[in-house]
């Protein structure tokens, strides 16, 4: 019988210094058919496939509390280009 594969499933991530965890989920990767439509909407102008690799994904959005904990980091320059750094939805 074929072990199975365990390196590919969901889990949490503990936050460091904090009591948070992240819960991280799974996606698929694989070949992605994107398209540009004109102003109409009626037909694509072009099309292109887009190929993804197995990547994890938070279950949910991350609260200000979770986030406080990542900007606050001083191992993270607060001045810096970073364009992925944003923040999260007021509750």
Known sequence: MKAQDTSFL???AAVPESGFKIKMVPLKGG???IANYASSGKAPVETKVVTLSDFWMGAYEITHDQFGVFYK?????????????TRPTAQ
């Open 31 to 33: 070949n992605f058919r």
């Open 10 to 12: 969901e889990y949490e």
């Open 73 to 85: 980091d001083e191992t993270i320059p607060q001045g810096s280009k970073v364009d992925a750094v």
